[in-house]
């Protein structure tokens, strides 16, 4: 069906880690399919498991605690989507740089494949489910400091697995190195030689106090120029102080000079208002002398006029 995704995928990847169950499906497809066909995985599942081994970073894993097993299995059960499959960790201690001493156990290399999640071996699967809820780990203390030493017992029994399964490895036989001849040599040769390895002793000692002086001046280069790359770096932040306190400055100004410019427009509407007030008062004043000189002359005729009205009443009387 277009555009579906199975569940099982949906919660592979919420886990947040969908590697395991990846190789536990590729290990559960390649198992069930040889075991259909009755074949033998005799390359490809190692193959695979030191590709997956390889494409991880090695020194992470390094005198680091390693899940072993789980429950009561010698080995890791694994669970994919489909059934489980078991992987045997004890193959990678090579890899991880750990001593390989002996043979390894054979009960540690055992092989199981468990399909449809338990249908006709529900027992097996219980046991699976329990079994990853005690994992036990194995590290420094348990297999010992990661040297990469292998001994002869090992190679012996790898030899004889690779013979049993049949894998098509080459198993080239070492050859011998030939016995050295003893060689006569003159004494005024060995001398010579004594007194070539004497000048070489000699201009070797000279060649390490050189090496010393040229190491002694390239420390003091380097510690000169860490000197002065913390004064630069000294600097730069005093610069960049400076700057920032200069941008600081400078935003003030215009903002000064912005209140200034609103002041001085301020001013000039005021001074404006001002002539305009004088003008008026000017007027007003000049207006209200008009007036009180009319109203003067008013009142005189009234006073004139008044004084004519009681003389004329006097001589009536």
């Not at 590290?139 to 049993?164: C, Q, S």
């Not at 080459?170 to 000048?199: D, G, N, Q, S």
Request: charged share 30%; net charge positive.
């Amino acid at each position: 069906m277009d555009g579906f995704i199975d569940m099982a995928a949906i919660c592979v990847f919420l886990t947040g880690n969908p590697v395991p169950t990846l190789l536990a499906d590729v290990y559960y497809y390649m198992s069930h399919r040889c075991t259909k066909k009755k074949w033998m995985i005799a390359c490809c599942a190692p193959l695979l498991y030191q590709w997956f081994l390889e494409h991880l970073p090695k020194t992470e894993y390094i005198n680091m605690d390693i899940i072993f097993s789980c429950g009561d299995f010698p080995n890791l059960p694994l669970i994919g989507t489909q059934g489980y499959v078991n992987s045997n960790p004890i193959l990678s201690l090579r890899y991880l740089g750990y001593p390989m001493e002996g043979p390894l156990e054979a009960r540690s290399l055992e092989a199981f494949l468990l399909l449809d999640f338990g249908v006709e071996n529900p027992s097996l699967f219980q046991r699976i489910r329990e079994a990853w809820k005690k994992v036990n780990r194995k590290g420094k203390v348990d297999l010992g400091r990661a040297n990469g030493i292998t001994k002869e017992p090992y190679f012996h029994w790898v030899k004889e697995r690779v013979k049993m399964i049949k894998m098509p490895f080459v198993i080239r036989t070492p050859i011998p190195l030939p016995e050295p001849k003893l060689t006569h040599v003159l004494i005024e040769e060995v001398e010579e030689l004594k007194t070539t390895m004497a000048k070489l002793k000699k201009e070797n000692e000279n060649l390490k106090i050189k090496l010393q002086q040229v190491i002694n001046e390239k420390n003091t280069m380097k510690w000169e120029l860490e000197r002065k790359d913390a004064q630069l770096q000294a600097h730069m932040e005093k610069f960049n102080k400076e700057e920032h306190k200069r941008k600081k400055i400078k935003v003030g100004l215009e903002q000064a000079d912005h209140c200034l410019d609103t002041l001085k427009g301020q001013l000039r509407r005021a001074q404006k208002e001002c002539q305009d007030n004088e003008h008026w008062w000017h007027l007003a004043t000049k207006e209200n002398k008009t007036i009180r000189d009319t109203l003067g002359a008013q009142i005189k005729e009234l006073t004139i006029s008044v004084r004519h009205a009681k003389a004329e009443a006097d001589q009536e009387c």
